[in-house]
Every structure is written in structure tokens, then in C-alpha cells.
């Protein structure tokens, strides 16, 4: 994904980086880019009310995730985080995301991670609930 661009994405949202997301190194920690990921996609999903952290009795589960660096986000950099559902299955969505620096055409970094919805109680595997299909269909690609 090292060359797809912003406009690949359904979805874009911007995060500001802390002074405590740069390492020893001088740039973001790469440990901060799963967290990048992971609130601009819970972001959405409790945006479009289909995500009650508190609440839901039916929640996704990360199974499986990665990342590949391209170029280094420092503090005080914002970030546009591009967002797209790569498979939607039954019980399961393997979103696509880039991290986009500042208003660099392509991507610092981009990833994957997988969601499995899952019963809260039980933690066994259920069917994506009906609502948050529908929301998730929304930024499957063109």
C-alpha cells in the first residue's frame, strides 16, 4: 500500500500526535502506530452509534494486525488516517489503513487488522450485527 493514495479511503480522519508518542529516536514509536489504527476505526463506528464500548453485548475483537513503515511521523505532525474494509465476512472485517503525514500525498505507514465480533459474555464468535454491516458495507471499495 506504499503507493495508494488518499483517495483510496472512504473514510479520513486526522489525529494529532503527543509529545509522548516520540521515542529516543526522535519520531513516533511504532507501538503507537496499532493505536493510530485502532481510534480511527472505533472512532467511526461510535460516530455512526454502532459502537457502545460500555454497553454492546456484541463487540470486535483485534485477532490479527500489522503495519509496514515508510517514512517517519514525528510530534507535532498530524496525521490523516485513511480507513477502508478490505473483506467483510460473517464474523469478521479485515480493515485496510494508512497513515498519511501532514498533507504528504502518500502514506508514512499502512496496515491491516482484523475485527472478530464476538458475544461480550461468552466471547465466542457471532454474526456481525445487522447495523454495523451496513456501516461497514459504507467504506468497502468502490
Not at 83 to 88: D, G, H
Request: hydrophobic share 40%.
Amino acid at each position: 500500500m506504499r503507493d495508494t493514495p488518499r483517495s483510496a479511503f472512504p473514510h479520513m480522519v486526522a489525529l494529532p500526535t503527543r509529545w509522548m508518542d516520540n521515542d529516543s529516536y526522535g519520531h513516533v514509536n511504532n507501538v503507537n502506530y496499532y493505536s493510530f489504527f485502532d481510534t480511527a476505526v472505533n472512532r467511526y463506528l461510535i460516530d455512526r452509534g454502532v459502537l457502545d464500548i460500555h454497553k454492546d453485548d456484541i463487540v470486535g475483537f483485534v485477532v490479527e494486525t500489522g503495519c509496514s513503515y515508510f517514512s517517519s511521523i514525528s510530534f507535532p505532525d498530524l496525521i490523516h488516517v485513511g480507513v477502508r474494509v478490505a473483506k467483510l465476512g460473517n464474523s469478521s472485517v479485515r480493515y485496510e489503513i494508512a497513515l498519511y503525514r501532514n498533507d504528504d500525498p502518500l502514506p508514512a505507514a499502512a496496515g491491516h487488522f482484523v475485527h472478530v465480533y464476538v458475544d461480550r459474555r461468552s466471547n465466542k464468535p457471532v454474526p456481525i450485527p445487522d447495523a454495523v454491516r451496513a456501516i461497514l458495507q459504507t467504506l468497502l471499495p468502490a
